[in-house]
Nanobody, 122 residues
Framework: QVQLVESGGGSVQAGGSLRLSCAVI???????LGWVRQAPGKEREGVAA???????NYADSVKGRFTISKDNARNILFLQMNSLKPEDTAMYYC?????????????????WGQGTQVTVSS
């Protein structure tokens, strides 16, 4: 019922910024949206999540540096990443869970995008 199309990944030097976007196609009213990342040899990590009312949650590792937001008019999810560190290097996925309520960074998402690679060099 929901399709997710990601863009915005790339390579950047430490301290730089990237802005990821995810087009959310389909049901967009009562939906939990989030960004999840995974690097080789590391556990999957929920980065940020936003609920239908716009309330957000962040992993401690990115608090103060990353901002999740959404454009409800255009149905686009964003992840603004500032002050990037090499340890932020990972494949980033946007994800969605249908239904309302609070969205945890490690929520049980049922829909996933294809992922976009973010590489941060020293």
């Amino acid at each position: 019922q929901v399709q997710l199309v990601e863009s915005g990944g790339g390579s950047v030097q430490a301290g730089g910024s990237l802005r990821l976007s995810c087009a959310v196609i389909g049901y967009t009213y009562r939906v939990c949206l989030g960004w999840v990342r995974q690097a080789p040899g590391k556990e999957r990590e929920g980065v940020a999540a936003i609920d239908s009312d716009g309330s957000t949650n962040y992993a401690d590792s990115v608090k103060g540096r990353f901002t999740i937001s959404k454009d409800n008019a255009r149905n686009i999810l964003f992840l603004q990443m500032n002050s990037l560190k090499p340890e932020d290097t990972a494949m980033y996925y946007c994800a969605a869970r249908l239904g309302g309520g609070s969205c945890a960074v490690n929520d049980v998402f049922g829909y996933w995008g294809q992922g976009t690679q973010v590489t941060v060099s020293s």
